[in-house]
């Protein structure tokens, strides 16, 4: 744990720029992956520019909220545009570690934390993009209760989706 704070302070909200100003200084860059205005990401990201470390940002939808602040990170503040991993270790000057070159065979994400079979399908059907989880039910013939179930294990219930529906993202 990193902090400026006593130990036993609990972790309130005001407490995190200070945290994250801590963590943006003491990492090569920051990478940030989706971040609406004003959000946390986007006060780090300034942190690491303020620390003249390297801010990445994934660009996203132009009509998604929750893209607005990646997308403005590339646009007006320099970070650099990352489509892949590779993009990242290039601009810092760091090699794979091995023979130097990237695996054989893409790692998927089905293949690393899948808790069993059933899971494992129904990662196949998750995307980049928000899926609601009608959409997944018809895909994969997996019933609904174990689709909310394992998008409740991953923490990927979709709070903000549109019109306060359930979705995957």
């Not at 132009?62 to 290039?90: C, M, R, W, Y």
């Not at 899971?119 to 994969?140: G, M, N, P």
């Amino acid at each position: 744990m990193v902090t400026e704070h006593p130990i036993g302070i609990r972790p309130l909200a005001e407490h995190f720029p200070r945290r994250n100003r801590i963590m943006s200084g003491m990492t090569l860059g920051t990478l940030v992956v989706e971040a609406g205005e004003g959000s946390g990401a986007l006060i780090t990201a300034n942190l690491a520019l303020e620390q003249n470390r390297e801010v990445f940002a994934v660009p996203g939808n132009i009509f998604s909220p929750s893209s607005s602040g990646t997308n403005d990170l590339i646009k007006q503040s320099g970070a650099k545009l990352v489509s892949s991993h590779a993009d990242i270790l290039e601009e810092l000057n760091l090699f794979y570690v091995g023979a130097g070159e990237e695996p054989a065979e893409p790692i998927r994400m089905t293949a690393v934390f899948p808790a069993d079979a059933g899971e494992a399908k129904l990662l196949q059907f998750v995307t980049y993009d928000s899926v609601h989880i009608d959409e997944i039910v018809r895909s994969s013939g997996i019933g609904v209760s174990q689709v909310s179930g394992g998008a409740g294990h991953h923490g990927a219930e979709g709070a903000g989706a549109p019109g306060g529906r359930d979705a995957l993202c």
